[in-house]
């Protein structure tokens, strides 16, 4: 049920919005299973030589449900004082909130937050504060990614791929993908755990386009989520994102025709980026 929580899949997790199609989950591990810290093993942790983004960034999207101004999202990047393991962590936080007249029958407040590994863009805290129509609840998440486990807030414990995501710290890490040499039809996959289960995120590369929007035009490079069709999206011809064709690689645009209706989100202000913006 949480995974369908449209608003924030499209305006906070641009790469993510096709994620709640997956069907693979994960194996669960029962707390009598007798097995302590002093044996479990301990795996290496990854280190990524990345420069998409840094501390200080910021993205302003507007969120479209149709031809209504339905909201606006904001993600922001911050350097913490916090280490694991002596590794620097930074945080993300995510916010969708609805604007104007969406807020009469569809109020929305939504709170992300990653607290994730600044040298191999995996996390080690996610929360997640969701308020739409009315439906509320929360989630708080914590990675063992030495252990390759997650730690609910029910104090259930699974067992996950090494360097999992949550949905927002995979929108940092989706960047961090050189696809320098990216050809049409390639898909990416991206290993998320989302509602205490595994949700592989595919991304399809569609080649380069020019595209205008009200901040002006720039140079992007197209994906398709790779989406089951016939559930919120009705194929992957419904779903584009729109990601710049520079060293930041952050997204300008995502249109999804939805089962009802359509979502448009496009990037309304961004400041604190590393590299100049493939702006024409």
Same mark, same amino acid.
């Given at each position: 049920m949480a995974r369908k929580s449209t608003f924030v899949l499209a305006g906070l997790s641009l790469f993510?919005?096709?994620?709640?199609?997956?069907?693979?989950?994960a194996d669960r591990i029962s707390g009598s299973t007798g097995t302590t810290a002093a044996n479990k093993q301990v795996y290496p942790l990854r280190t990524l030589k990345h420069d998409a983004f840094k501390p200080g960034e910021k993205l302003t999207y507007v969120v479209h449900y149709g031809i209504i101004n339905a909201g606006e999202a904001v993600i922001e990047l911050s350097e913490t004082k916090q280490e694991v393991l002596g590794r620097k962590v930074w945080k993300a936080v995510?916010?969708?909130r609805s604007l104007g007249a969406f807020n009469a029958f569809y109020k929305v407040d939504d709170y992300l937050e990653t607290n994730f590994d600044s040298q191999?863009?995996?996390?080690?805290?996610?929360?997640?504060?969701?308020?739409?129509?009315?439906?509320e609840f929360s989630q708080n998440y914590t990675y063992k990614q030495h252990r390759r486990e997650v730690t609910t807030q029910r104090d259930s414990t699974y067992q996950v791929p090494p360097s999992v995501q949550d949905m927002l710290s995979a929108f940092y890490y989706a960047r961090t993908i050189d696809f320098s040499t990216a050809k049409k039809g390639d898909v990416y996959t991206i290993d998320t755990f989302l509602d205490d289960e =595994?949700?592989?995120l595919r991304m399809r590369y569609m080649g380069k386009?020019? =595209?205008? =929007?009200r901040q002006g035009k720039f140079r992007?490079?197209?994906f398709q989520p790779v989406v089951q069709e016939g559930r919120i999206f009705k194929g992957n011809?419904?779903?584009?994102?729109?990601?710049?064709?520079?060293?930041?690689? =952050?997204?300008?645009?995502?249109?999804?025709k939805v089962l009802v209706g359509s979502i448009k989100m496009e990037l309304s202000a961004y400041e604190g980026l590393v590299h100049p913006i493939a702006k024409e």
């Amino acid at each position: 049920m949480a995974r369908k929580s449209t608003f924030v899949l499209a305006g906070l997790s641009l790469f993510t919005l096709g994620f709640a199609q997956s069907d693979t989950s994960a194996d669960r591990i029962s707390g009598s299973t007798g097995t302590t810290a002093a044996n479990k093993q301990v795996y290496p942790l990854r280190t990524l030589k990345h420069d998409a983004f840094k501390p200080g960034e910021k993205l302003t999207y507007v969120v479209h449900y149709g031809i209504i101004n339905a909201g606006e999202a904001v993600i922001e990047l911050s350097e913490t004082k916090q280490e694991v393991l002596g590794r620097k962590v930074w945080k993300a936080v995510g916010t969708g909130r609805s604007l104007g007249a969406f807020n009469a029958f569809y109020k929305v407040d939504d709170y992300l937050e990653t607290n994730f590994d600044s040298q191999g863009v995996f996390p080690w805290v996610f929360s997640r504060r969701v308020s739409e129509g009315g439906y509320e609840f929360s989630q708080n998440y914590t990675y063992k990614q030495h252990r390759r486990e997650v730690t609910t807030q029910r104090d259930s414990t699974y067992q996950v791929p090494p360097s999992v995501q949550d949905m927002l710290s995979a929108f940092y890490y989706a960047r961090t993908i050189d696809f320098s040499t990216a050809k049409k039809g390639d898909v990416y996959t991206i290993d998320t755990f989302l509602d205490d289960e =595994i949700w592989p995120l595919r991304m399809r590369y569609m080649g380069k386009e020019t =595209i205008k =929007i009200r901040q002006g035009k720039f140079r992007c490079m197209k994906f398709q989520p790779v989406v089951q069709e016939g559930r919120i999206f009705k194929g992957n011809d419904d779903l584009n994102v729109w990601i710049t064709d520079d060293g930041n690689r =952050i997204p300008v645009l995502a249109q999804a025709k939805v089962l009802v209706g359509s979502i448009k989100m496009e990037l309304s202000a961004y400041e604190g980026l590393v590299h100049p913006i493939a702006k024409e």
